[in-house]
């Protein structure tokens, strides 16, 4: 396994994931320098004062400068999916040649294009970690979020082999999963295993929310499914917009396939069809087994 004791690591954002990240490389390789930029200052100090970060600035510094990150060697974005694609155009001109720059957004297909327009295809190696919690922010960070979870490694055409190679001995350093894919393939993937089941979530709960009564009964008895099935709910709404109109086309082609599974399901409650509704849930059962 790789040493990053002598690495630099930079981080455009420390939220939970970004949070989570930096607190992983501080527990495997103490020694290791991490800078940061943060919009607030109390995420910022927060993590200085954990031991976490060595050094950085925030918003109330001024806007992001790409100098801060010249001489490090992986530069993580963490921003919200929109926002890193703007921080793409600070960051050029000011990374050395072999650094590898690197996100954790749940698209690709957006910031791998805005990495093409700025000629930082050659550093770009995409990244998301297939985890996360419904609490945000950097005080609920912790490096266990990443043990033994996928982390999609998703470079571009350009991408030297070499830089591939020492992120993938990254993402196993913090005894996260490496999974190589290619940026279409993972939003197509992504829109099934994660971001369809958020709108669901979403649309439960607010069905339930219109369908109660007027002294909240359903409120008041929702039990272990409800609240298993709906946990992701709480989640950032900011975050979950952005995801949803980031990859719109593959999450309406599972809508869509979702929805005709539905009706189908509805036609046989309707019909009486025990058989099919007793196969809907073995087979629904054997596949998540």
Avoid at 29 to 55: C, F, K, Q
Avoid at 103 to 119: F, M, Y
Avoid at 194 to 211: C, E, F, I, W, Y
Wanted: aromatic share 8%; proline share 4%; charged share 20%.
């Amino acid at each position: 396994m790789s040493d990053f004791n002598s690495f630099r690591f930079g981080f455009v954002g420390l939220g939970l994931i970004g949070g989570s990240i930096a607190k992983a490389i501080r527990s495997y390789w103490p020694m290791a320098e991490i800078i940061a930029y943060n919009p607030s200052r109390d995420t910022l100090d927060e993590a200085i004062h954990d031991g976490v970060v060595n050094a950085g600035a925030c918003s109330e510094d001024g806007p992001l400068d790409g100098a801060l990150f010249e001489n490090c060697d992986i530069v993580f974005l963490c921003a919200p999916v929109r926002k890193n694609a703007e921080n793409l155009a600070a960051l050029k001109g000011h990374l050395k040649p072999s650094a590898i720059l690197s996100d954790i957004g749940s698209t690709k297909r957006d910031i791998q294009e805005q990495v093409e327009r700025e000629g930082l295809s050659s550093f770009f190696v995409g990244g998301h970690p297939m985890t996360g919690s419904e609490r945000t922010r950097y005080h609920n960070s912790r490096a266990s979020l990443l043990e033994n979870a996928y982390y999609i490694v998703a470079p571009t055409d350009e991408t030297p082999k070499e830089k591939t190679e020492c992120f993938q001995a990254f993402v196993k350093g913090i005894k996260s999963i490496p999974l190589v894919i290619s940026c279409p393939f993972h939003d197509y993937a992504v829109a099934g295993i994660s971001h369809l089941p958020h709108v669901v979530s979403a649309g439960l709960v607010n069905l339930v929310k219109h369908s109660d009564s007027e002294d909240a009964v359903m409120h008041a008895i929702a039990a272990g499914g409800f609240k298993d099935i709906t946990r992701i709910s709480s989640s950032s709404p900011v975050m979950w917009e952005q995801i949803c109109m980031t990859n719109r086309q593959n999450l309406a082609e599972m809508l869509r396939r979702y929805i005709a599974s539905l009706s189908e399901t509805l036609a046989q409650i309707e019909q009486a069809n025990g058989q099919a509704i007793y196969q809907l849930f073995d087979s629904s059962r054997t596949y998540r087994s």
